[in-house]
Every structure is written in C-alpha cells, then in structure tokens.
C-alpha cells in the first residue's frame, strides 16, 4: 500500500510534540503481532485476554498527554513477520509520519521530509529523544500475549480499558484483544483506541 502524507495540522519544525506523538505510538503499536481479525463485539475488558494475532491492518485513535500539553492524532497499520508500515496523521487526516519496518531496518518520515533510521524501532526511538522504551513487552499487550487486564512493561503501567472479540477469516479460534488500552509512565500517558481492523489479502 502507498501512503502519501499530507500538510501536518500542526507546526512539526519548531516544537517536538507530534514527532514525540509518533514515536510514542509507534513505540507501542509497532512490532506486535496479530492473526487478521475481521470484526469485533467490544465490552467491558474482562480477562483473560488472547490467543495472540499475528497478522493484521490496524486503524485507530490514540492521545498523548505530556506534562499540560496534549496531542490527539490517529493511525493505520498494516503489520506481517516481514514488514510494518504505519502512518500517523492529525485528527483531521493531514499526515504528520509514517514508520516503515522491514530487513534493512526501520525508518520513520516525517511530514515535512525529514527521515530517521535506525536499525531497529528500538534504536531509532532511543536514538531520537535518549529514552529508552520497551517495545517488545508493550507490544505483546497489543497483541493479547499476557491473559491479565492489568500490569506493567518495565517503567510504563498498562491497563486494558474495553476488549474487542474478533476472529480470523476462515478460522474456529476466538481472539480477546484490547480496544482501548491506556498506558503510562513518569512522564507521558498514552491513550490508544482501535476503531478498526482488516484482514490483510
């Protein structure tokens, strides 16, 4: 899939907030896994969560509050065992990045033209603001690895606000995934709602 980025809603040269919003996102969102869910029935979250996904395509909403400043942006991923590609964009649609994973590394391009590279998401999110973030555990969240609602991922706390109840194309097994997943640590809090997801062809 081609994803074109547009004009960025908000000023993405002077301040580090939507590049923190990206990354703070991707941080969380990318490297998980998923088995191409094709509906869901959200309620209340109630464990146990899982089996684990593996593949899917993702779009959503999510808020980032840092100290009294807040960002609320959107995304759409589409995530396999050999890439990801996740685009970022304003409330409004105007796209503001995108991150693209694959053999040769990861990279994230921002509205305005600028790219960063890394070797792994992991890197590329230490390498751009020194702090480091613990992807895989994060991830496995999403991704309905730990049956319980409520826990932590090295200094973030997370908890699983409402469950979506989806099953694959084709397939017998049920999947109790997050919904809305709100995660935090000493300094940001991250709000992250899935509005829809796809089965990948």
Same mark, same amino acid.
């Given at each position: 899939?081609s994803?074109?980025?547009g004009?960025?809603?908000?000023?993405?040269t002077?301040?580090?907030?939507? !590049?923190?919003?990206?990354?703070?996102?991707?941080?969380?969102?990318?490297s998980?896994?998923?088995?191409l869910p094709?509906?869901h029935?959200?309620?209340l979250?109630?464990?146990?969560l899982?089996?684990?996904?593996?593949?899917?395509?993702?779009?959503g909403?999510?808020?980032?509050?840092?100290?009294?400043?807040?960002?609320?942006?959107?995304?759409?991923?589409?995530?396999s065992?050999?890439?990801?590609?996740?685009?970022?964009?304003?409330?409004?649609?105007?796209?503001?990045g !995108?991150?693209?994973r694959?053999?040769?590394?990861?990279?994230?391009?921002?509205?305005?033209?600028r790219?960063?590279?890394?070797?792994?998401?992991?890197?590329?999110?230490?390498?751009?603001?020194?702090?480091?973030?613990?992807?895989?555990?994060?991830?496995?969240?999403?991704?309905?690895?730990?049956?319980?609602?409520?826990?932590?991922?090295?200094?973030?706390?997370?908890?699983?606000?409402?469950?979506?109840?989806v099953?694959?194309?084709?397939?017998q097994?049920t999947?109790?995934?997050?919904?809305?997943q709100?995660?935090?640590n000493?300094?940001?809090?991250?709000?992250?709602?899935?509005?829809?997801?796809?089965?990948?062809?």
């Amino acid at each position: 899939m081609s994803l074109t980025l547009g004009t960025p809603a908000c000023d993405t040269t002077g301040s580090p907030g939507w !590049k923190l919003a990206v990354i703070a996102a991707l941080s969380i969102i990318l490297s998980a896994c998923g088995a191409l869910p094709t509906g869901h029935d959200a309620t209340l979250a109630t464990p146990p969560l899982g089996p684990p996904v593996e593949t899917f395509h993702l779009r959503g909403r999510a808020m980032l509050r840092q100290d009294q400043r807040v960002d609320h942006f959107r995304f759409d991923w589409q995530h396999s065992t050999e890439r990801d590609t996740l685009l970022i964009t304003s409330p409004f649609g105007q796209g503001v990045g !995108k991150v693209s994973r694959d053999a040769t590394g990861a990279s994230l391009r921002l509205a305005d033209g600028r790219t960063d590279r890394a070797e792994s998401l992991e890197t590329l999110a230490e390498q751009l603001f020194g702090t480091p973030i613990p992807l895989g555990e994060l991830a496995n969240w999403l991704r309905g690895t730990y049956p319980q609602t409520v826990g932590g991922a090295g200094e973030w706390s997370v908890e699983v606000e409402q469950i979506d109840t989806v099953r694959a194309s084709g397939a017998q097994t049920t999947h109790t995934l997050p919904r809305v997943q709100l995660l935090r640590n000493q300094d940001l809090l991250l709000r992250l709602i899935v509005d829809e997801r796809e089965s990948l062809p």
